[in-house]
């Protein structure tokens, strides 16, 4: 069965051959020369005949600030499981720079390689500490013999109580996560993202449930991590996209809408008719 | 490091001590102390509670798994019973020719049914060293196996549940067949001595006991370390976010793997210990329903906590004891009504009781170690 795909391979022109390529490599830096940090072509994803995502494509720029929105159920979750191995794509490619085709790793190596995701429904670890958060999400040697042995170093420390401040949780160190509000929570696992140090962030609706102060502050932040991470932002908050986003991609039935700035997506009549018309 | 693990767990300390204690009063009861003493242990009373220390080993090993990362396995008597047929097969080549057939070699049973000479599988058995490394191994490589094939295609809650109940029982029907050659039916048992001494005699049951007792405090500071390492914070993440663990960047699998097959191999030694001292092993022991019974030890005692595996393996027993000497038939009503009872009113046992009562005293917040 690989065999003939590998034979397919090599009647192809239009790219390398994918033996000839070396496996990947996440020790070496992630390969930017051509182009976009991630690169999505005609992915389709269904369930039971059902097409979530719809020959998909799409292309982020490393340090870009993405934001995709689309009305429910367009797709914008089961994009994000399929950059990160959850759901397989049943057609298409998806790759991490130029050499990393993220359908062979599983979700334990694309989280390790560098893409970390924030889910929709805010996740933490809730029998733990805030700080036993983000320490198990502490970028370090996760395997399960190193994990028995470990021991915090200075530097990581500092890191995280930097972290701590950064997501607003500096006097709430020891408190159960399971305890917190819904919008520290959503915090608290931004904070996460943080501490494992990705190139790329995915970051599902991350101010649902937030009070105006808090989506404000949340901005901010998220501003703030573009230019030294990617971040791709889902959300349903139009003035919360409006205040962050420089690039938009609307998503509509598992395919790209329209993409652009945000003054000349909210312009599209196309767009109007299936999601902006709906808000106003 | 040994004053780190013993600190943070007020009632794992309580729980040592005790056993520390009944280590050193036994033997001195049984042995010194004269039998008309009222301080004096009879020697069916260290019995008693070797076994009931490895049962304790046994309630620990399902602790681990199903308190900390949630992987429920009715199965762990496969692990338990395992352990108990290889030192079975070292006691029974100890017999040697004091069999009833007297044949040099061969078990009474493989003579019985005309075997010629010993099935490979039996080499080796004559020697200790050989078969405690066994009791060890073929748990834990059943367990790899096992546990490989299941966390590998995402079995997991119920589904396991079930299958490790599966495994069970296809091994007390494996066990039965007389063709097996592990003794069918009647399993191995008239052992006569464990390296040169005699198994019945007094002060060997009492080394039993101590050895038992030593193994189940190693065994729990063992757990201990695993638990307060950030294994033991991955496991807690994989119990209640396996999804978040995954994009966290931890192999899942590979944490589930290698604390069942641990698990699997503190079974495997309950068993061992088990054997020699109750005298026989058959495959009773691989019944599904003995499997379920440790289990309940384990919520009785409160899931979650290490040293409430130990009280609760120890309570059970106790009143299965009691009932099934004084009122043998109403022995099984009574365990279903404490399991309802602890289940509608105890949900984290009776080590949740001990829980509750410390932090009325102490007055802290937290002090939640899970
Ligand atoms: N595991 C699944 N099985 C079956 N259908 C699914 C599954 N996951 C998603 N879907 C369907 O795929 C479609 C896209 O879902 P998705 O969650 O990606 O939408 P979304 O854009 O994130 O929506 P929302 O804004 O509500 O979060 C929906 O119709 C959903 O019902
Ligand atoms: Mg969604």
Redesign the pocket.
């Known amino acids: 069965m690989s065999l003939l795909k590998d034979t397919r391979a090599l009647m192809r022109r239009d790219q390398v051959f994918d033996f000839m390529l070396p496996p990947p490599d996440f020790e070496q830096p992630v390969d930017l020369s051509h182009g976009p940090i991630l690169y999505l072509e005609d992915v389709s ?1 269904s ?2 005949g ?1 097409r ?2 719809n020959r998909l494509n799409l292309a982020v720029d490393a340090g870009e600030l993405r934001c995709i929105i ?12 399929a950059i990160t191995g959850k ?1 397989r794509a049943d057609e298409g490619q998806i790759y991490f720079g130029q050499r990393i085709d993220l359908q062979k790793l599983s979700e334990y190596q694309i989280a390790r390689g560098g893409i970390g995701r924030k889910f ?1 429904k805010p996740t933490v670890f809730e029998a733990l500490g805030v700080f036993e958060n983000l320490e198990l999400s502490l970028a370090s040697d996760k395997s399960t013999w190193a994990s028995l042995g470990f021991r915090l170093r200075p530097d990581q420390r500092d890191r995280m109580d930097e972290v701590l401040q950064l997501i607003g949780l500096g006097t709430q160190r020891d408190r159960q996560a399971g305890t917190l509000s819904h919008g520290q929570k959503q915090w608290l696992e931004i904070g996460m993202l943080l501490m494992q140090n990705p190139m790329v962030l995915l970051v ?2 991350p101010v649902a449930g937030m009070t105006a102060e808090e989506t404000e502050r949340t901005a901010e932040l998220l501003t703030s991590l573009a230019g030294r991470h990617t971040v791709i932002v ?1 959300e ?1 908050d139009m003035a919360f996209v409006r205040s962050i986003a420089r690039r938009v991609t609307v ?1 509509h039935q ?1 395919s790209v809408l329209a993409e652009g700035s945000m003054d000349r997506v909210s312009s599209d009549p196309r767009v109007i008719e299936v999601y902006l018309g709906e808000e106003t | 490091m040994l004053t780190r693990l013993l600190l943070s767990d007020r009632g794992g300390l309580i729980i040592l001590a005790l056993l520390t204690a009944l280590i050193i009063y036994v033997p001195i009861g049984n042995l010194l102390l004269p039998a008309d003493s009222p301080l004096h242990v009879s020697t069916f009373t260290v019995t008693l509670l070797g076994k009931f220390l490895c049962f304790a080993l046994l309630a620990l090993a399902i602790d681990l798994i199903w308190g900390y990362a949630g992987i429920l396995s009715l199965g762990h008597g496969a692990f338990f019973g395992l352990g108990g047929y290889v030192m079975g097969m070292y006691l029974t080549r100890q017999i040697g020719d004091r069999g009833v057939y007297g044949h040099p070699e061969l078990p009474d049973f493989m003579v019985f049914m005309n075997y010629d000479s010993l099935p490979w599988y039996w080499q080796g058995f004559d020697q200790f060293w050989f078969a405690l490394l066994m009791v060890m191994l073929v748990p834990g490589l059943l367990a790899l196996v096992f546990g490989w094939m299941a966390f590998r295609s995402r079995v997991s809650g119920v589904y396991f549940a079930i299958i490790t109940q599966a495994l069970v029982f296809a091994l007390m029907l494996a066990f039965f067949r007389n063709e097996m050659g592990f003794g069918g039916n009647n399993g191995l048992t008239d052992f006569k001595d464990i390296l040169g001494f005699d198994i019945t005699a007094r002060q060997t049951r009492v080394t039993l006991f101590v050895i038992s007792g030593v193994c189940l405090i190693g065994a729990y500071l063992m757990c201990r370390f695993i638990i307060t390492s950030r294994f033991g914070r991955v496991l807690v993440a994989i119990r209640d976010a396996e999804s978040r663990t995954r994009f966290a960047g931890y192999q899942v699998e590979s944490y589930k793997l290698w604390l069942f097959v641990f698990s699997a191999m503190l079974a495997g030694i309950a068993g061992a210990l088990y054997v020699p001292q109750v005298g026989i092993i058959n495959p009773g022991e691989f019944s599904p329903i003995a499997s379920i019974e440790a289990v309940l030890w384990v919520a009785v005692g409160g899931r979650g906590s290490l040293f409430g595996a130990i009280i609760g393996a120890f309570s059970v027993n106790g009143a299965k004891t009691w009932f099934t000497t004084v009122y043998p038939e109403v022995w099984l009503f009574a365990l279903g009504t404490l399991f309802v009872l602890v289940t509608l009113f105890l949900p984290r046992g009776i080590a949740g009781i001990f829980r509750t009562l410390g932090q009325w005293t102490s007055r802290k917040p937290k002090g939640d170690e899970q």
């Open positions: 994803v369930f039971d059902f979530a995502l689309g009305p429910n159920g367009a797709g914008k979750t089961t994009m994000m499981d759901t929709q599902d609706e889902v349903h998503l598992g």
